[in-house]
């Protein structure tokens, strides 16, 4: 019963979290990210409509797999770059909280629906776990972006001055044995 | 981070993830780390002769300027609205029609209003219209007029340094303003005051003290170009023989010091021997024009102006007929539109003409420098290389056109051209990634820093996603560019944003492609990765 009205209010709920979304950025570029509909132009719009709406189906058809993981992953990915604190970046997921409770306030006075919505906010809850996980991740993949640059640029001076020649030797002689 | 810790409970519950509304003239900045780059080095400013070297960091309350300092930035403002009349012009016309708002990479990526090309500017066109106009005297914040205060300072300092002068924003501009030398003579505000990145700084002093970047002296870069020529005859079977400081040579052949000493950037370097030596091409190094890439063009015009003499000068003292540069990005900048003006005319050099072909490039007519994707490209439009495209068979291609080749001296055909005759898989990005309109790296300018990454991933963000959408598509695993900033810093941002696209110079193609005579049969790419079918060895 919540699932068919979930279906019907889709549009209604994600637009709802699509500007609670928004809100998180400033007000001057809340135009630009809403209105550029171009995935090339507008790279941060064009992700966060896609990626809630798959989120918001996979929910809804309690499909909660890999390629859902993915598609907050998109969205993390970015929001762990920008402007924002571990928790601004990962708290879009609990705006979907507040999405469906303002869309369906006059359905929610009907207890039944309400002990649904219940069951239905642990996924979200789930999410938000799943989405402070993608985010340590993403994180990390900084730290090792860093390590790995350094690596790079040091690499050659270090081949050149001999430093390590001869324990990459050592060590190709070592998988030989 | 304490801070957030401090709260009481109640008070933690209160969250509201909208950012604060304030007015644009509000210029307060916060320094976070990821999204910052270091002060200069005192003794890079030092060796350069700049003022006010002093140990200072941008988290600091107390930036140590000196007492004068506004005195400085006004009299450095007005003695540059009079020098340059672009200037002027940029600061008076622009009509704030929004056209470049959403065409920075930097805005596009992390919505900060502030990285609108059009506000950026803003941020100083506020303090002429306050000290040059008479709205901005009488009407002041009315007139979009701002007083300079060290809070407006700081903000300069934060957003000049988030542009990486790349110039798609100019692109659409429809009174042609540069907003990229609107940030070059803000940039140059700050160093007269002694507000320099180290980035830019403590290179520019190593270039200016050995001719490279790196600080690299003249036996380092003998010795990196005997061990280029040693793995390149491992991988080829023939000894190339190019020459260091060889007068009389036909050309001098310059290319950005990552060039033999980055990764992947050397791939391509031995890409460059290996062609010239199957043409018998008749040039030389020079180990003291040991670097193409100038980061003075991110400091100041004269900085600008003293690093690139060097190429003249050798040119002179070598007595070659012409140059070939190589490739690099901001390096053709400063070598198409500069170059001539400012330390020309080269009358002692000669127009150049291929020796190959007979070919007379005639777009390089004053400026006696050739870019080696145009050489190249005519060697191949003449019949004059043989190539085996299978060798690049495991890479699946597309091309990241670099800002300053691009939309500095309009290199977009060549390339392309180069590289359908070099391997078998090639698919372009998005029209509205590329050629005029490509999208950054993120990092250019002197913004490539490893404390500057995160500010760096937002800016590539519009090009990462552009790479993961071919990779989705295609199945596109080689990204392949011609700058070496973008060599160094795209694997960052592939990484970040598209995973498992690797990142190379167009003349390693080349030089994998290429057939030589008398060379043995290839088992490996010029990396040493075993070509397709040849897996296992011989």
């Given at each position: 019963m919540l699932n068919d009205l979930l279906t019907k209010k889709k549009n209604a709920i994600l637009k709802r979290w699509f500007q609670s979304i928004i809100d998180t950025y400033h007000p001057d570029a809340a135009n630009f990210l809403t209105k550029q509909k171009d995935r090339f132009a507008n790279p941060v719009g064009y992700t966060l409509t896609a990626e809630t709406e798959n989120i918001f189906n996979a929910l809804i058809a309690g499909d909660f797999t890999e390629p859902t993981v993915s598609s907050l992953e998109n969205i993390i990915r970015i929001r762990s770059v920008q402007e924002f604190s571990p928790s601004q970046a990962v708290s879009f997921a609990f705006f979907l909280k507040k999405a469906i409770r303002e869309e369906l306030k006059p359905e929610l006075k009907d207890v039944k629906m309400l002990e649904e919505l219940t069951n239905f906010e642990t996924t979200i809850d789930r999410l938000a776990l799943i989405a402070f996980d993608i985010y340590s991740a993403c994180r990390e993949k900084l730290y090792d972006i860093k390590v790995k640059e350094i690596k790079s640029r040091s690499y050659k001076i270090m081949e050149r001055t001999n430093i390590f020649i001869g324990n990459t030797e050592q060590e190709e002689n070592n998988d030989n044995s | 981070m304490s801070e957030r810790f401090d709260k009481k409970p109640d008070e933690l519950v209160q969250i509201d993830h909208k950012p604060p509304r304030k007015s644009w003239m509000d210029p307060k900045v916060e320094f976070r780390r990821g999204f910052f780059n270091y002060s200069a080095n005192p003794k890079s400013v030092e060796y350069l002769g700049l003022p006010y070297a002093r140990k200072w960091q941008p988290t600091d309350a107390d930036w140590k300027l000196p007492p004068n300092w506004k005195e400085i930035i006004l009299d450095g403002l007005r003695e540059r609205i009079h020098r340059f009349r672009s200037l002027q012009l940029f600061m008076d016309i622009c009509v704030r029609c929004g056209a470049c708002a959403d065409k920075c990479h930097?805005?596009?990526?992390?919505?900060?209003?502030?990285?609108?090309?059009?506000?950026?500017?803003?941020?100083?066109?506020?303090?002429?219209?306050?000290?040059?106009?008479?709205?901005?005297?009488?009407?002041?914040?009315?007139?979009?007029?701002?007083?300079?205060?060290?809070?407006?300072?700081?903000?300069?300092?934060?957003?000049?340094?988030?542009?990486?002068?790349?110039?798609?924003?100019?692109?659409?501009?429809?009174?042609?303003?540069?907003?990229?030398?609107?940030?070059?003579?803000?940039?140059?505000?700050?160093?007269?005051?002694?507000?320099?990145?180290?980035?830019?700084?403590?290179?520019?002093?190593?270039?200016?003290?050995?001719?490279?970047?790196?600080?690299?002296?003249?036996?380092?870069?003998?010795?990196?170009?005997?061990?280029?020529?040693?793995?390149?005859?491992?991988?080829?079977?023939?000894?190339?023989?190019?020459?260091?400081?060889?007068?009389?040579?036909?050309?001098?052949?310059?290319?950005?010091?990552?060039?033999?000493?980055?990764?992947?950037?050397?791939?391509?370097?031995?890409?460059?021997?290996?062609?010239?030596?199957?043409?018998?091409?008749?040039?030389?190094?020079?180990?003291?024009?040991?670097?193409?890439?100038?980061?003075?063009?991110?400091?100041?015009?004269?900085?600008?102006?003293?690093?690139?003499?060097?190429?003249?000068?050798?040119?002179?003292?070598?007595?070659?007929?012409?140059?070939?540069?190589?490739?690099?990005?901001?390096?053709?900048?400063?070598?198409?539109?500069?170059?001539?003006?400012?330390?020309?005319?080269?009358?002692?050099?000669?127009?150049?003409?291929?020796?190959?072909?007979?070919?007379?490039?005639?777009?390089?007519?004053?400026?006696?420098?050739?870019?080696?994707?145009?050489?190249?490209?005519?060697?191949?439009?003449?019949?004059?290389?043989?190539?085996?495209?299978?060798?690049?068979?495991?890479?699946?291609?597309?091309?990241?056109?670099?800002?300053?080749?691009?939309?500095?001296?309009?290199?977009?055909?060549?390339?392309?051209?180069?590289?359908?005759?070099?391997?078998?898989?090639?698919?372009?990005?998005?029209?509205?990634?590329?050629?005029?309109?490509?999208?950054?790296?993120?990092?250019?300018?002197?913004?490539?820093?490893?404390?500057?990454?995160?500010?760096?991933?937002?800016g590539g963000f519009p090009r990462g996603n552009a790479v993961k959408f071919v990779k989705d598509k295609y199945g596109v695993n080689m990204l392949c560019c011609v700058c070496a900033i973008d060599k160094a810093t795209l694997p960052a941002v592939v990484d970040y944003w598209a995973g498992d696209v690797g990142v190379c110079a167009l003349h390693e193609l080349v030089g994998n492609a290429l057939i030589m005579k008398g060379e043995k049969e290839r088992d490996t790419d010029l990396r040493g990765e075993p070509l397709i079918g040849k897996e296992g060895g011989k």
């Open positions: - | 930097y805005f596009i990526g992390s919505g900060d209003p502030k990285n609108m090309p059009v506000m950026r500017a803003e941020l100083l066109r506020s303090v002429y219209r306050k000290e040059y106009t008479a709205a901005g005297k009488i009407m002041g914040e009315m007139a979009g007029a701002r007083e300079l205060t060290v809070d407006v300072l700081k903000e300069w300092f934060y957003y000049f340094f988030q542009c990486t002068e790349c110039r798609r924003c100019s692109v659409f501009c429809p009174y042609g303003i540069d907003t990229a030398e609107i940030t070059m003579v803000g940039r140059e505000l700050l160093n007269l005051v002694g507000c320099d990145i180290d980035w830019i700084t403590t290179p520019a002093a190593n270039c200016f003290r050995t001719g490279n970047h790196l600080g690299i002296q003249p036996h380092g870069f003998k010795d990196s170009v005997e061990f280029a020529i040693d793995d390149l005859e491992s991988i080829i079977g023939i000894k190339t023989a190019p020459s260091i400081n060889r007068k009389g040579a036909e050309i001098l052949f310059v290319v950005p010091s990552a060039d033999y000493f980055g990764d992947p950037h050397y791939f391509g370097f031995l890409g460059y021997m290996a062609l010239f030596h199957e043409i018998g091409l008749d040039y030389t190094f020079s180990s003291f024009a040991s670097e193409g890439g100038n980061f003075g063009l991110f400091h100041s015009h004269e900085m600008m102006k003293r690093l690139n003499s060097k190429i003249y000068m050798e040119a002179k003292r070598l007595k070659v007929k012409w140059i070939i540069g190589a490739e690099c990005g901001h390096m053709w900048r400063v070598l198409h539109q500069y170059m001539d003006t400012m330390n020309g005319p080269a009358d002692f050099l000669e127009e150049p003409v291929s020796p190959i072909t007979g070919t007379k490039f005639e777009n390089a007519k004053t400026t006696k420098m050739v870019h080696i994707a145009e050489f190249t490209a005519d060697l191949i439009k003449n019949g004059k290389l043989k190539f085996d495209p299978t060798r690049n068979d495991a890479y699946k291609v597309t091309f990241h056109d670099s800002c300053n080749p691009a939309r500095a001296m309009g290199l977009l055909e060549e390339p392309r051209y180069v590289l359908k005759n070099v391997c078998n898989y090639f698919y372009e990005m998005p029209e509205n990634t590329i050629k005029e309109q490509t999208f950054c790296c993120g990092s250019g300018s002197g913004l490539g820093t490893d404390e500057n990454l995160e500010m760096r991933l937002r």
